[in-house]
């Protein structure tokens, strides 16, 4: 069977790696058969145990209807890995040998039980598989659209890459440019002097206040400008990354004069 089945399948059962009971038997894996109640089993076993009964069942399919196309040999497939092999003997099977694909869809889809109950998760699933039915070129119509929407992403991606850098510029210049503000109306409340130890340090508190907001005010700038770029390069979050550690650097790298060495700090 294509890959395309398989894959499908795979998702429909879903992984498991210990077993539990499953209406008719301790499933594990992908739906198959456990060994004992609690078993646990790994992803490479439970893929052996699924190509396992995936031949099985394909085979069943096989002998009972050797003359229908590929797509509903593999919905058949699947419901027998699914569901066992009453359909063989059934409404199901009388249709499939007569070739009224229009009745196999519609016996088909009444496969959603489990427990005498109808199951949302089964109702689903027939769902998808009776669109195999009747469809031979269901795989390369797939892969056709799967093909397309690759092509439609790389395009979008291409599309929006100049609008994510010029998003990053834009963070990156909005934190250099309010930061060079700020340390400008520092230096300037500082230049203007002061004549006591006290007046100083209150315009010290002043110049680090001015500065904090002015951050502030470039942060909340800066996450308008991310909110424009859906997806960033590591390239770029490392450039903002540099450019708001400077800025931080550049707030505490004013003069400490409460210091004992009086030097500049950077961090």
Do not use: C
Not at 71 to 83: C, E, F, R, V, W
Not at 205 to 223: C, H, I, K, P, Q
């Amino acid at each position: 069977m294509h890959s395309y089945y398989l894959d499908a399948i795979r998702n429909f059962e879903g992984f498991t790696p210990k077993a539990s009971w499953d209406y008719a038997q301790f499933s594990n894996g992908y739906g198959t058969r456990a060994r004992f109640d609690g078993e646990v089993i790994d992803h490479a076993e439970a893929e052996r145990r699924f190509r396992a009964e995936i031949s099985e069942a394909r085979q069943i399919v096989e002998r009972a209807a050797p003359h229908v196309d590929e797509g509903t040999k593999a919905a058949l497939t699947s419901l027998t890995y699914n569901a066992g092999t009453a359909w063989v003997r059934g409404g199901l099977g009388e249709a499939v040998r007569a070739g009224d694909l229009d009745t196999v869809r519609e016996i088909f889809q009444k496969y959603n039980k489990a427990g005498g109950e109808v199951l949302p998760g089964l109702v689903r699933r027939r769902t998808a598989e009776v669109e195999w039915i009747g469809n031979p070129q269901g795989v390369q119509l797939a892969q056709e659209t799967g093909n397309d929407r690759a092509a439609q992403f790389v395009t979008a991606a291409s599309s929006s890459g100049s609008d994510r850098d010029q998003s990053a510029q834009r963070v990156t210049d909005l934190i250099q440019k309010r930061t060079a503000r700020a340390m400008r109306s520092a230096g300037e409340q500082a230049g203007a002097g002061a004549e006591t130890a006290e007046t100083q340090r209150a315009e010290r508190e002043a110049v680090g206040t001015t500065t904090a907001a002015a951050l502030t005010r470039a942060a909340s700038d800066a996450l308008l400008a991310l909110s424009e770029a859906d997806r960033l390069t590591s390239e770029r979050v490392a450039d903002m990354a540099r450019a708001a550690q400077l800025g931080r650097g550049s707030e505490l790298a004013m003069a400490n004069k409460d210091g004992e060495n009086n030097k500049t700090r950077r961090v």
